[in-house]
């Protein structure tokens, strides 16, 4: 039975899930959900998703939301098929939560207010909050310092293969670097070394394509 | 060898790592961290947390940061004594455990850390709190803390019948929380309040809550 996710496309925590379901080469089916007219309050979707968000998804009786969740679950479930995102011992595994986690409080927290006035606001007419662009971007300089030693020495972000670790910064990431402040990302080698090589990957492509990017 | 934490019993992060240890009945030393003097921010702790914050696990020769990682390192290592926190056995249990960790991560905890960051932290540097984030943030918390009523009418627990990290993770911000003017969000929520106080009688909490100490200003 087919996977059936609820959600856009073109946003980036069901582009989480999507890049997940690629790299594990598990069929799905999106049902889409039009956030440019809050498709996702109305009452059909709050039953899904009771804090009106996307994704949510199906799969025949099994229900789950939270994006991350949902990419672990398939990752756990289908862990001998496609890329092995979730590493090859519970110490690693360990590591790549670690990282991922990081994502959440440290990455999340900043680039998506960031891409909300960069991007969203613009689209929806709104005006642009110059102050807290020019502060997040401070804030983010400095994780980004971080992450930029951690991949001196390491090929991803928790160790030397591709994992959830690395997956889960992605749709984000991307948007981060279709704005006019990429460079924070450029300046810095080795995470600039690293995001490409991510994006070379053929799931992210396939996923690039689907959302029209 | 036994596992090492780095941090101090007051932080929360710190005793989201404890309970879940006493939860899984496993040895640890706690290795304190000086946070007043600002020992989290120096070269040799940030050598094993370039982020510079508590809680640190060392294990062996694996060192882990970030509270939620370790806990479910933990859990996952000794999933076969104590309590079970993941719902290992079953792999659509285990999903919605992780389900309503992410909820906690991404719902719950920026709105109540911020409340307890004006509210507790801010006061202790001498300075005052900002009255509308508070405000802005009881506001979203409060808007969760519906979506739990509705959800804790359902089940015991947040994941299901069973006590597991999902509401572990809740502890230590939520029994801080309690101790401001606000706990009316709680205590007027007859489900969300029957299951913190169901939290609140568990053996690994009343060992973990004396540490709990910073205490917040009166408002």
């Known amino acids: ?213 | 060898m036994v596992m090492k934490v780095y941090g101090d019993g007051m932080s929360a992060c710190v005793a989201r790592v404890l309970l879940c240890l006493h939860e899984k009945e496993t040895e640890f030393e706690l290795v304190p961290v000086d946070l007043f003097a600002c020992h989290h921010k120096l070269p040799s702790f940030l050598s094993m947390n370039p982020f510079g914050q508590v809680p640190v696990l060392q294990d062996e020769d694996l060192t882990l940061f970030e509270s939620r990682a370790i806990t479910a390192y933990i859990a996952e290592k000794h999933k076969d004594k104590g309590t079970d926190l993941t719902r290992h056995a079953d792999a659509k249990e285990a999903a919605i455990v992780k389900l309503w960790s992410e909820v906690e991560s991404h719902h719950f905890n920026p709105a109540i850390s911020a409340v307890i960051h004006h509210l507790i932290v801010v006061p202790l540097q001498g300075k005052t709190p900002d009255a509308a984030i508070v405000e802005e943030n009881l506001e979203k918390l409060g808007k969760v803390l519906d979506v739990y009523e509705e959800k804790l009418g359902k089940t015991k627990y947040l994941a299901g019948d069973s006590y597991t990290l999902a509401d572990l993770h809740h502890v230590p911000y939520t029994y801080y929380f309690m101790k401001t003017g606000h706990a009316g969000l709680v205590n007027d929520r007859p489900n969300v309040k029957a299951w913190w106080e169901d939290l609140c009688s568990r053996p690994a909490f009343l060992k973990v809550s004396p540490g709990l100490t910073v205490a917040p200003a009166t408002n």
């Not at chain 1, 690629?22 to 799905?28: A, G, M, R, S």
């Not at chain 1, 889409?32 to 059909?44: A, C, F, G, N, S």
Request: glycine letters at 6%; one cysteine or more.
């Open chain 1, 1 to 213: 039975m087919v996977v059936k996710l609820y959600g856009q496309v073109t946003a980036a925590c069901p582009q989480r899930v999507l890049l997940c379901l690629l790299e594990k080469k598990i069929e799905f089916e999106i049902v889409h959900i039009d956030l440019d007219t809050l498709e996702q309050k109305r009452p059909e979707h709050l039953l899904r998703q009771p804090f009106g968000q996307v994704p949510a998804i199906e799969d025949g009786d099994f229900k789950l939301f939270e994006s991350r969740a949902i990419a672990r679950y398939y990752a756990t479930k289908y862990s001998d098929q496609g890329t092995n995102l979730l590493g090859k011992s519970l110490e690693h595994r360990a590591i790549v939560d670690q990282w991922a986690d990081v994502e959440v409080g440290y990455f999340n927290v900043l680039v998506h207010p960031l891409v909300m006035n960069l991007v969203i606001k613009p689209r929806l007419g709104e005006e642009c909050d110059a102050a807290l662009v020019e502060e997040l971007k401070v804030k983010l300089g400095v994780v980004l310092d971080i992450y930029d030693n951690q991949l001196a020495s390491n090929r991803f972000l928790a160790g030397d293969e591709f994992t959830m670790a690395d997956l889960t910064h992605m749709p984000a990431m991307g948007y981060l670097m279709r704005t006019d402040i990429n460079r924070i990302v450029k300046d810095r080698a080795n995470m600039n070394r690293w995001w490409e090589e991510v994006t070379a990957r053929p799931a992210w492509k396939k996923l690039m394509k689907m959302a029209g990017f």
